[in-house]
């Protein structure tokens, strides 16, 4: 079998074993507003989550909230074991985000003190209604950056 009729069988054989899936649709991208919450839209489908990188022009609190089309899955209950949404190059010193906390299954709150003109990278985690723990999907947040 020459090169030209491999790459046929292994995209064949990619798609048969589930590793050319298509990921879920990504979610436009949010910018903050200086006054009132930033509500961030996070969309799942098949286990698979989307969340958009997001603009933080000023302090604010950022809600991530679960659409209704990703109505079978939740955030994780133990927000301190597994929080649903967390930022993972945020100084524990001095924490740019606070206020880490599950408002209901479909909703979760960070409180974004923007002391500092950075960008981060923040993870999300969302279960199905057996418990599974869906692979978590990261974004960029960025304060005072622009992109």
């Known amino acids: 079998m020459g090169w030209k009729a ?3 069988a292994t995209v064949l054989c990619m798609l048969a074993s589930g590793c050319g899936t298509i990921p879920a649709p990504r979610v436009t991208d949010v910018y903050c507003s200086i006054s009132g919450p930033c509500m961030v839209p996070v969309r799942v489908d ?6 958009p990188s997001i603009s933080v022009p000023a302090a604010v609190n ?5 659409d209704e089309r990703s109505a079978a899955y939740q955030f994780p209950e133990d927000s301190l074991k ?4 967390w930022v993972h190059d945020d ?3 001095n924490p740019q985000f606070v206020e880490a906390a ?14 500092s003109r950075k960008s981060y990278k ?12 869906c692979p978590i999907v990261k ?3 960025s304060n005072g950056e622009f992109y």
């Open 6 to 8: 491999l790459i046929p």
């Open 46 to 51: 098949n286990c698979v989550i989307s969340a």
């Open 62 to 66: 950022v809600y991530w909230n679960i």
């Open 82 to 85: 597994s929080p649903g949404v």
């Open 91 to 93: 100084d524990p010193a």
């Open 102 to 115: 599950r408002v209901t299954s479909y909703q979760f709150q960070l409180r974004d003190r923007h002391v």
């Open 122 to 133: 923040y993870g999300v985690r969302v279960v199905r209604p057996d418990g599974t723990v």
């Open 139 to 141: 974004a960029n947040i």
